[in-house]
């Protein structure tokens, strides 16, 4: 599983010209799944991004966590982040899970970090042609990736 997590002061997901999710300050959070990925990976990416000390305190460092500051989350599905480039230029995103393993998890990866926020998230749609707005914060940009936990 990988993680591109982006602080924003606000972020929005349109789809056919609606808007389907909008935050404020807080994180959009770009997921891609593979097919090895298991609960155990899931839980832990939830807690990690809910706890991530990425939001200025009173003295301007990095030190509060999307709990800490009440943030937002969107969470938007996206398969090229797996893509492999090793091999000439058109990407291969063999990694990457099937839609209908990748769907399941998606949804039970949005399901934890609801229950780690305490809070509703907004979303994306699995699947969908998406229009992601984003002003960043920072710019911050994490890069997560469950199978190197670095």
């Known amino acids: 599983m990988r993680l591109l997590i982006q602080r924003v002061l606000e972020s929005s997901v ?3 010209e609606s808007v389907k999710s909008e935050i404020g300050e807080g994180l959009l959070v770009l997921s891609g799944f593979e097919e090895a990925d298991s609960d155990e990976d899931l839980a832990w ?3 990690k991004l809910v ?3 990425i939001f200025d305190d009173a003295q301007g460092v990095m030190n509060l966590s999307l709990q ?3 943030g937002e989350a969107l969470i938007v599905s996206q398969f090229t982040l797996h893509a492999q ?5 058109r990407p291969s995103y063999i990694r990457a899970a099937r839609p209908e393993r990748a769907a399941v998890l998606y949804d039970k990866f949005v399901q934890l970090v609801q229950a780690e926020l305490k809070k509703k998230v907004g979303t994306g749609k699995f699947g969908a042609n998406m229009q992601v707005s984003l002003v960043n914060s920072g710019p911050v940009t994490i890069w997560i990736d469950t199978k190197q936990r670095e």
């Open 14 to 16: 349109v789809i056919d």
């Open 51 to 53: 706890r991530l000390r």
């Open 45 to 47: 990416a939830a807690a």
């Open 68 to 70: 800490d500051i009440n």
């Open 85 to 89: 480039t090793k091999k000439g230029n």
